[in-house]
């Protein structure tokens, strides 16, 4: 079964003096037979959080530490900045980010419906006929 790994299971595994290291150590470690991935642009927004927070240096960690994962990284398409968008509008209420939008939207396409995170967003969500399917949620 595929899992989507968010940002901050990605960015708390890596910084070991975030609250949620631990957990999101252990999430991970638990995904060793499962397809993981993660979308580029989640992968980005780690980086960028990391340079902001503790320089270019543990970005450039995080960045290469990936690399040398299992972690598959999807590339957002055309088509899922479409639906993502449609996402968005449906869900203004929520003002749902770019980055959540896309990993939805991504999720729909490829079938996934469990994903690794601590973003309550990924609990609100709804998609298929009705809205009415939920995501499973890893945290």
């Given at each position: 079964?595929?899992?989507l790994?968010?940002t901050?299971?990605?960015?708390?595994?890596?910084?070991?003096?975030?609250?949620?290291?631990?957990?999101?150590?252990?999430?991970?470690?638990?995904?060793?037979?499962?397809?993981a991935?993660?979308?580029?642009?989640?992968?980005?927004?780690?980086?960028?959080?990391?340079?902001?927070?503790?320089?270019?240096?543990?970005?450039?960690?995080?960045?290469?530490?990936?690399?040398?994962?299992?972690?598959?990284?999807?590339?957002?398409?055309?088509?899922?900045?479409?639906?993502?968008?449609?996402?968005?509008?449906?869900?203004?209420?929520?003002?749902?980010?770019?980055?959540?939008?896309?990993?939805?939207?991504?999720?729909?396409?490829?079938?996934?419906?469990?994903?690794?995170?601590?973003?309550?967003?990924?609990?609100?969500?709804?998609?298929?006929?009705?809205?009415?399917?939920?995501?499973?949620?890893?945290?």
């Amino acid at each position: 079964m595929t899992v989507l790994v968010d940002t901050n299971v990605l960015v708390a595994a890596a910084l070991r003096r975030d609250a949620s290291h631990s957990r999101a150590v252990s999430i991970l470690s638990g995904l060793a037979d499962t397809r993981a991935f993660t979308t580029d642009l989640v992968l980005m927004e780690g980086w960028m959080v990391l340079r902001r927070h503790d320089g270019w240096h543990q970005a450039m960690r995080f960045w290469c530490a990936l690399r040398g994962t299992a972690l598959a990284i999807e590339s957002v398409l055309p088509d899922d900045l479409a639906r993502a968008e449609a996402i968005a509008d449906t869900w203004a209420d929520q003002e749902f980010d770019l980055v959540d939008c896309t990993s939805f939207a991504m999720m729909e396409r490829l079938g996934c419906r469990r994903a690794a995170t601590f973003d309550k967003d990924f609990a609100v969500f709804r998609y298929g006929p009705d809205r009415r399917h939920a995501f499973e949620i890893l945290s």
